[in-house]
């Protein structure tokens, strides 16, 4: 079983910055791919960005490119997303997630977290 835990939401300014944790435990083997999800009220949960654990390579959505950047220690079998130059439309709670393939569609998705919130004031 796998076990997702993020850490490292909060309150911030617009403008400024949080990272967030995802330590991951458990049989992930066979799961190469981590992405950060958000869901603000009223919405549907939307893609943020991916990363493989074997390659690193990572897929962003276009409203974070640029701004946000994932990263990942294998060692630890943690993911970060770090969040720089916020806005309120970031206001969301932010989940990670585990599985096999790329993917932006929270379906191919089969192990997550129970998410953090961030809330960005403006």
């Known amino acids: 079983q796998v076990q997702l835990v993020e850490s490292g939401g909060g309150l911030v300014q617009a403008g400024g910055s949080l990272r967030l944790s995802c330590a991951a435990s458990g049989r992930i083997f066979g799961r190469d791919v981590m992405g950060w999800f958000r869901q603000a009220p009223g919405k549907e949960r939307e893609f943020v960005v991916a990363i493989t654990w074997s390659s690193g390579y990572t897929y962003y959505a276009g409203s974070v490119k640029g701004r946000f950047t994932i990263s990942r220690d294998n060692a630890k079998n943690t993911v970060y997303l770090q969040m720089n130059s916020l806005k309120p439309e970031d206001t969301a709670v932010y989940y990670c997630?585990?599985?096999?393939?790329?993917?932006?569609?929270?379906?191919?998705?089969?192990?997550w977290g129970r998410g953090t919130q961030v809330t960005v004031s403006s």
């Open positions: 997630a585990a599985g096999i393939t790329m993917a932006t569609l929270t379906a191919q998705y089969d192990y």
